[in-house]
């Protein structure tokens, strides 16, 4: 397959050099707004580089991979479901519900693939997880708990193109959740803080929050999620059920110290971030999608998946605003027009 590449930055380099390296994947053609940049990335995984990101759309390619800024996602995936191309697109498809109906809506109508980045679905852990609450192992859910933190804040000028700490990390916990367990979200309460940099507060966002979940079967879960976790950084799940609980992200590079006399020694590596941790979940997440996109399998992560995970951030948006709990059908109430 020759795939088009659209974004040569953090997120976007670390794909397309394991893009490079998937089976089937015979040519990567990467575009970028700036040209330089592009030509960089190529030029190191030894990938073609394109002077546009029109030139990518114009060169005949089979199928593309978004990973450029958020507020282009929507636009790109309209121009990739137009062309009749298979598509690959980094989490969100946009900031609101509106603006992701609308290209979800592109999408039904050509016909296309869409598979969106959530890439905790191909991380060993979760896996292992849902396997163990679809064959019953754990028995009756009855709690999970989430933890999603950043070792350090990202820089200021990315929280406004982000959607916030609910709609940028929390979604992962949402997304995983109505994944791991087949139930949906019927009810949130949220609440966030603002204890650190400034700029949070500016932004209208906040640098910690928790948000409380009640799923259709009546399981309960918390979420939390933090831009200040000095130890390094920490995404964990529990699942709690009858007979038993597991725990996903747990190993010898977790950060945390234990407080009993017995208990283990902090790690000497603790995880730095997401590409470092989740590093062989990217890479699964692009064969699965090359795989897809050539007819061989299914898609893992519609864009149906991802409209329900940003569905559950918002209402926890509205509730934390608000203070009051929220249920994530209430807020399709203004989407009548569209769906």
Request: include cysteine.
């Amino acid at each position: 397959m020759r795939i088009g590449f659209l974004g040569a930055g953090r997120i976007g380099a670390f794909h397309a050099e394991a893009l490079k390296a998937t089976t089937g994947v015979d040519d990567v053609l990467i575009g970028d707004v700036d040209s330089a940049r592009a030509a960089e990335v190529a030029h190191r995984i030894g990938a073609r580089a394109a002077e546009s990101v029109d030139a990518v759309f114009a060169a005949g390619v089979d199928a593309v991979v978004i990973a450029t800024a958020t507020a282009s996602h929507a636009e790109l995936i309209t121009r990739a479901a137009r062309a009749g191309l298979p598509a690959y697109c980094e989490k969100p498809i946009a900031l609101d519900l509106p603006g992701t109906v609308r290209a979800l809506q592109e999408v039904e109508a050509a016909g296309t693939l869409l598979q969106m980045g959530f890439q905790r679905r191909f991380d060993a852990g979760y896996l292992a997880a849902r396997e163990a609450v679809a064959t019953g192992r754990l028995g009756r859910l009855h709690t999970i708990r989430a933890v999603t933190s950043d070792p350090a804040p990202p820089p200021a000028a990315f929280l406004p193109l982000s959607g916030g700490l609910i709609r940028d990390c929390l979604v992962h916990d949402f997304d995983a959740v109505r994944w791991l367990t087949g139930r949906e979200v019927v009810e949130v309460f949220a609440a966030g803080a603002n204890g650190g940099a400034a700029f949070f507060r500016e932004a209208g966002d906040v640098d910690t929050a928790a948000a409380l979940l009640t799923l259709d079967d009546g399981t309960l879960v918390t979420t939390t999620a933090t831009r200040y976790n000095g130890a390094g950084y920490d995404v964990r799940m529990e699942i709690a059920g009858e007979r038993d609980q597991l725990v996903v992200g747990l190993d010898a590079r977790t950060p945390f110290t234990s407080a009993e006399p017995d208990g283990p020694e902090p790690p000497a590596r603790p995880w730095t971030g997401f590409l470092e941790r989740f590093a062989p979940a990217y890479r699964a997440e692009l064969a699965a999608f090359v795989r897809a996109a050539s007819g061989e399998a299914r898609n893992p992560c519609s864009g149906t998946d991802a409209l329900h995970a940003l569905l559950v951030a918002e209402a926890c948006e509205v509730s934390r605003r608000e203070h009051r709990p929220v249920r994530p059908a209430e807020l399709l109430k203004d989407l009548a027009d569209l769906v």
